[in-house]
Structure formats: C-alpha cells, structure tokens
C-alpha cells in the first residue's frame, strides 16, 4: 500500500490513500484526480475565490456512495476558512490553493460555486443553465446556438461551457453589477422566449414529467444562493469529465463533452488560456429597464 505524501502549498497538505481508485473509466487514482486539481489550481480558483462553495464528495470513488457538503466539519484544521451561514454555521469558501487541496483530499470530486459574491446581491453575470431530457446531444446543441443567436441579437456577448455532465450552460460576464431582482427577469424573459420561438425544442417547465423531450432552460436557477458547477471542477462521472468553456465554433463544429476530461483539459487551457476570462462585459441596464417596463 503507497503511503501517505504530503503536497506544498500555502500549508502542507497531507494526501491520505493516494493509490485509491476514484474513477473507473479509466481506472483515475486520488493521487491522479489531486495532480489535476493542483495544475489547474490557477484557473480554478478565481471562479471560486470570495463566493460560497458546495462540494459534492465521493471519498470512495464515483461507484460509491457520494453527498453534498456545505458546511466546514467539526475537527477541520484550524486554518481551513469559512464564512457565516444559516444560524452562524460556517459555509465552505475556497480562497487558496491549500483549501482546495484539502478538499479534494477528502474526495471532493464537485466544487459548485454562488453565482453572487459573499454577502453581494447583485449579479456580476448572467446565467443559463441548459439540461437536455435525453441523451441526444444534437438537440442541446442546436438549443444553445439558438440561444447565442438569440443574445447575440440583443447585443450581449455570451461564453459557453459544458457541465461535464450531459448539458451546456451559458453565461453572459456584465461590466456593471445589477440586482438579481433585475437580471432574474431578463433571464426570464430570454427564456420564455425560446420557449415561444422554438416550442418543439425548449421547454422553461419545472416538472420532469412535462418536459418530454425538450431541452429545458433552469431559469430559476439564476439567483444570488443559486450555484453552477466551477469552472474546470471535475464532474463525478466514471471518465472523470471537466466542466469545460468552449468556443461556440468548437460547439458548431461539433465537439461533445465527453471530449473534455482530466487528461485533455490541462493541456487545452495550456494551449487556450482560460477561455471564461472575458475580453469585454455587457452593460445590460438599458436591457433590463425597457423589459422591466413592459412586463
């Protein structure tokens, strides 16, 4: 049995069980999955710095048994932070490369971050979270390119990433902070708008059982306690998928998310960069005040 190594960082981070096995397909160790998340630390961490972090934890590999952890644990290091929550329970934050180490240490496979800063209620992005009914990926892609075309219309600029599950999700990065009581009602609008415009296609229904085999735009899914899995986390699928930005000539010419996984991005954002570090952000004021006059 290997032992136990220790990684630097801001403080040394003991790794426990390094040769345990995570992912099946292909067999992926800990060891493996941490020197993922510790090459990629650079762009990870500023889409999780400053915002509350969900993690969703498989100590045993993605076969097993797996949870969702908000709150920082009773016994955590003294130097692991937190933020104030619900009746003072301290939340997870992630503001350096120890952290994030940590957790994933402990099998944090998901890091899902708050669309709002601590203590912000005001939206820095827009946000579009696209979930296909079925596995028939053609249809998603045609949904999100309607989408682009959409926004693109309206003079927004819009990134695009995979889940690195089975959906795409579409954010539009805005120079000036707006309320979420604002942005929500663009999003609401932009939705119910594909859903008109292509009803064979989209559907805003909340029910699974009345979406049939639409692709559904989770507008409410955009909120300041709402969270979006990161940016380059790691997916609990048995390939080890990433939540990857793409291109939308990369999704027009056909790429898949199972493309993107812990063996293919690190040389991809070596390559590209992080392609959800905006060159230009959307003023989105005038926007929202014409169609919170005429809702």
Not at 31 to 57: D, F, G, K
Not at 128 to 143: A, I, K, M, Q
């Amino acid at each position: 049995m290997a032992q136990d190594l220790v990684l630097q960082a801001e403080v040394p981070v003991r790794v426990t069980h390094p040769e345990k096995l995570l992912f099946p397909d292909p067999p992926t160790t800990k060891l493996a999955y941490l020197t993922y998340v510790a090459q990629m630390a650079h762009v990870i961490l500023p889409h999780l710095r400053n915002r509350r972090v969900t993690l969703v934890r498989c100590p045993n590999g993605t076969r097993d048994h797996r949870f969702y952890q908000r709150h920082v644990l009773t016994g955590a290091p003294e130097w692991i932070p937190s933020v104030p929550g619900e009746e003072q329970k301290p939340e997870i934050v992630i503001p350096d490369v120890a952290t994030l180490l940590y957790y994933a240490n402990l099998g944090a496979i998901e890091f899902h971050s708050a669309l709002a800063h601590v203590d912000e209620t005001s939206a820095s992005v827009l946000s579009f979270d696209l979930d296909p009914s079925t596995e028939d990926f053609e249809r998603l892609r045609t949904v999100a390119l309607h989408l682009h075309d959409v926004l693109d219309d309206l003079g927004l600029i819009s990134l695009v990433k995979t889940s690195g599950k089975r959906g795409l999700q579409v954010f539009i990065p805005l120079s000036v902070a707006i309320p979420f009581s604002h942005t929500r009602k663009l999003v609401h609008f932009v939705g119910q708008y594909m859903e008109r415009r292509w009803p064979t296609l989209v559907t805003t229904a909340r029910l699974v059982k009345d979406r049939g085999d639409k692709v559904y735009i989770d507008v409410p899914q955009h909120g300041a306690t709402k969270t979006l899995i990161c940016v380059y986390s790691v997916r609990a699928t048995d390939d080890a998928r990433v939540s990857t930005p793409i291109t939308w000539e990369e999704l027009r010419a056909g790429c898949h998310p199972t493309d993107f996984t812990i063996r293919t991005v690190p040389s991809r954002v070596k390559q590209l960069g992080d392609l959800f570090e905006p060159e230009r952000r959307c003023d989105i004021r005038e926007l929202v005040e014409k169609i919170t006059q005429h809702s």
